[in-house]
């Protein structure tokens, strides 16, 4: 298979001689037009380690244009021993039409929909959660999570599209989802996505089993702490994205420079918007439907990522358009050696006793 671009700079990279580039993710045809795209263990870009309230000012604003701030209405029935339960209220109409329209693009919930979110267990057990975070994201977590609309749309990320990871082999079925998923795993890493998502479903679960304030406040101390910068930006995006009457005012290209260290929104190729399904398999590999036969590693990533076709002797590496200089050891037009992924991280540490209604897929 003829590469896209041969890299000049193969030799450097393969010999690990230019740290700043993570490993080429592997894409490789399957029977049936599917590609499978094998990630390689990194460590998010140090840059996405902090986020500061500078970054997310416009989101913030065009968060408080969908809806005012205010305090939210989760009001808990305080019951003998110190043990409470949430009111069963009727959402509220902003609510209502948040819901319908993260559903339109997500697919319907994996878990239980409370009647309300704002006065659920688990945007309780959110909004409590700032305070335990990181010094580098705790200002910018508490302007987002102070904002009704915006922990509506956290919570929904959790019962919609995170709790796909409560499968085997979590499988996303509908297009939305899908692409989102390739274009976070490509920016992030699949490794890393998956323990963003269990970190989300072990708070479902701890919030949920919680009987006491006390117990929940441990919640929301557990999951504080589990979040990095990295893991608070893949939810700003996917909460984001889920509230399309705020994406005129915050285009969804400047949502992207949250998860990438370019200085300009990295956005992917063209066959992105041919994706038609995608699938976590146990390798840690993600299996994706719907791209054209014969689609590059340029088509697919673009500037999302490093990728590199898989041919049937050699990989041939395919740098993004955020290529590196050239270094005194590279030497140009040489094909990179042929590698294997390393997936000694997945999968991440799963959840137990969570109800997923017998469904295994969004769809």
Sequence with gaps: MAPDVVSPWADAIADGLLGGLPPPVLLGTLPG????????????????????VEEIRPLLAAIDSFRPRASPRLRLMVEAQGAFRSSQEAPAPWESRLREDFLSRFGPPLLPMPESLETSRLYLALKLSTRYMDDGIREAAQ????????????????????????????????????ALTVRLSLLVGLVELGRVAMACLRLYREAEAATTLQELEAAADRFGLSVGGTALRVLVVVATLGMPQILPKVPEGDLWTLLSPLRHAPVGGPAMESIASAQVVADGSLIVTGVAAGTSAASLCGELATCAMMGARAVLLVVALHSL?????????????TTKPSNRSWPPARPQDISCRGRTSLS
């Design 325 to 337: 200089p050239a270094t005194a050891n590279s030497t140009p037009g040489r094909i990179l050696r």
């Design 33 to 52: 037009g599917r590609l499978r795209l094998s990630f390689p263990a990194w460590t998010p870009h140090p840059e996405l380690d902090a986020l500061r």
């Design 143 to 178: 302007e987002l999570f102070s904002a009704p609309a915006f922990l509506a749309s956290v919570s929904l990320s959790v019962l919609v599209y995170f709790a796909a990871w409560l499968a085997p082999e979590p499988l996303f079925s509908k297009a939305f989802a899908a």
